[in-house]
């Protein structure tokens, strides 16, 4: 079965379908050694280079699925690394006729939950600054923050690329010389919440991130596992991104597997 070029890599998260447009509009898009153009349709097997990138469509359509990963720190959030360090890809489940797509990412040195789908337009749509989605944040600082550095980091403080602030900040214990704080943002720069704290003059030692959108970092989901999110959770995220959630299998959970090359 055929389908628009840009809605077939949109499925398999190459992009929006209204960047893939303004790729093929800009000549960027072949298909089987031709250029594409708006309206051309492409069927299983087809072969598609986007942007000097191949890109093949899968024989079937894998079925759409979202997990919740509690991320460790010192995985890395690529599908390879030049370095040979461990990568959250090879910690998930395999799966049939698809691929994982990660909905944002955390540094090697963060932990928490990342979300994982097989729906391409899913995860464009969740990460697209238009939809304002939020992210929350554990974050443990060293150092006393004032009332006024707090202040200005919810008023806005320009980093390199650009003005950034939090939403939110709600001061959440702590003793000696680190403080932890719950703060949460509607955009997913590199690093930002790091680079904030850094800006205002304080130095971040541990970052979880606890939840994404409606969907809550789960307190029995140990590091390294992973598990399908809930019908209710699928809802929820689905209708923030403002798509309709498809339907869903029984959930379920998985332990760690072992790690294989990527």
């Known amino acids: 079965m055929s389908e628009r070029v840009q809605k077939a890599l949109a499925a398999v998260g190459i992009g929006s379908r209204r960047e893939i ?15 594409v153009r708006l309206g051309d349709r492409a069927a299983p097997g087809d ?46 489940p395999e799966i049939k006729d698809g691929r994982w797509v990660a909905v944002g990412r955390l540094d090697i040195n963060s932990c928490g939950l990342i979300l994982f789908t097989t729906d391409g ?16 944040y554990a974050v443990r600082v060293l150092g006393h923050p004032r009332p006024d550095d707090l202040s200005r980091l919810q008023q806005g403080i320009r980093l390199e690329d650009g003005m950034a ?12 010389a680190n403080r932890w704080y719950r703060v949460s ?44 999110l809930s019908p209710a959770e699928l809802k929820a995220l689905y209708e923030s991104a403002g798509l309709t959630p498809p339907a869903v299998a029984k ?10 090359r990527q």
Not at 21 to 35: D, H, T, Y
Not at 65 to 70: D, L, N, S
Not at 123 to 136: F, G, Q, T
Not at 189 to 211: D, H, M, P, Q
């Open 185 to 228: 943002l509607k955009e997913g720069r590199k690093r930002e919440v790091r680079r904030l704290w850094e800006a205002a003059g304080f130095t971040v030692s541990r970052l979880i991130r606890v939840r994404f959108g409606p969907i809550a970092l789960p307190r029995d989901l140990h590091r390294g596992q992973v598990r399908d």
């Open 21 to 35: 447009e303004r790729l093929i509009e800009a000549g960027k898009v072949s298909m089987n050694g031709k250029p």
């Open 251 to 260: 959930p379920g959970r998985r332990k760690p597997k072992s790690r294989r």
């Open 121 to 136: 337009e899913l995860a464009n749509a969740l990460m697209h600054p238009s939809r304002e989605v939020r992210r929350e």
């Open 165 to 176: 602030r939090f939403d939110t900040i709600r001061e959440d214990g702590g003793e000696g």
């Open 47 to 92: 072969r598609l280079r986007v942007d000097g990138r191949w890109v093949q469509i899968p024989q079937a359509r894998c079925p759409k699925r979202v997990i919740a990963y509690h991320k460790p720190v010192g995985e890395i959030c690529t599908r390879h690394d030049v370095e040979g360090r461990p990568t959250v890809f090879g910690s998930l």
